[in-house]
T-cell receptor, first 111, second 117 residues
Framework: GESVGLHLPTLSVQEGDNSIINCAYS??????FIWYKQESGKGPQFIID?????DKRQGQRVTVLLNKTVKHLSLQIAATQPGDSAVYFC??????????FGTGTSLTVIP | DTGVSQNPRHKITKRGQNVTFRCDPI?????LYWYRQTLGQGPEFLTY????????KSRLLSDRFSAERPKGSFSTLEIQRTEQGDSAMYLC???????????????FGSGTRLTVV
């Protein structure tokens, strides 16, 4: 499944499928990006980050892709599990500055 | 160190009362941030400190809001004369300064949920 941030704020996928969550950022000077996962009633949890000198970074079951040309970030989750159900936020960080969050995408994994 | 700690977890207060929240960051982190989050929205930046210096404040931080980090360790956020619109989750995060290390370790606490009745 695939979602684009503000336009499709909810995403439902079958357990075991791959998920793709997209994010458009606004500041071309941002040089550091983070994906967070937030479960209900909890603070955002760091998932993976990427710097602007990279276009791809892989973690455990997650991959972040960065396209600076179109200011687009995506989070790919492989073999999505019920525990992945949460709201996912991307954050952009301009140099020397605090970080800005998008509205988020709610991911629901169907067992 | 078990991460960023925030107290209390929940606070219910009557309109017009003052409230104070506390944040204990990860001890190695010298930057500390306060964010506010309402239901269905991403966290909104309020202010941040590097050590004890408050370096930036958002326009969202009205004169009823004040934050301190007197010794460069824990921080407090006080809201005076609370209004119903102040009801939100108040999140604290800490990090190394941007650019240091392979990751800056922006780590959030679990937040303080404020309800103004």
């Amino acid at each position: 499944g695939e979602s684009v941030g503000l336009h499709l704020p909810t995403l439902s996928v079958q357990e075991g499928d791959n998920s793709i969550i997209n994010c458009a950022y606004s500041n071309s000077a941002s040089d550091y990006f983070i994906w967070y996962k937030q479960e209900s009633g909890k603070g955002p949890q760091f998932i993976i980050d990427i710097r602007s000198n990279m276009d791809k970074r892989q973690g455990q079951r997650v991959t972040v892709l960065l396209n600076k040309t179109v200011k687009h970030l995506s989070l790919q989750i492989a073999a999505t599990q019920p525990g992945d159900s949460a709201v996912y936020f991307c954050a952009e960080i301009p140099p020397g500055n605090q970080f800005y969050f998008g509205t988020g995408t709610s991911l629901t994994v169907i067992p | 160190d078990t991460g960023v700690s925030q107290n209390p977890r929940h606070k219910i207060t009557k309109r017009g009362q003052n409230v104070t929240f506390r944040c204990d960051p990860i001890s190695e982190h010298n930057r500390l941030y306060w964010y506010r989050q309402t239901l269905g929205q991403g966290p909104e930046f309020l202010t941040y400190f590097q050590n004890e210096a408050q370096l930036e404040k958002s326009r969202l931080l009205s004169d009823r809001f004040s934050a301190e980090r007197p010794k460069g360790s824990f921080s407090t956020l006080e809201i005076q004369r609370t209004e119903q619109g102040d009801s939100a989750m108040y999140l604290c995060a800490s990090s190394f300064p941007t650019g240091q290390g392979t990751t800056n370790g922006y780590t959030f606490g679990s937040g303080t949920r404020l309800t103004v009745v």
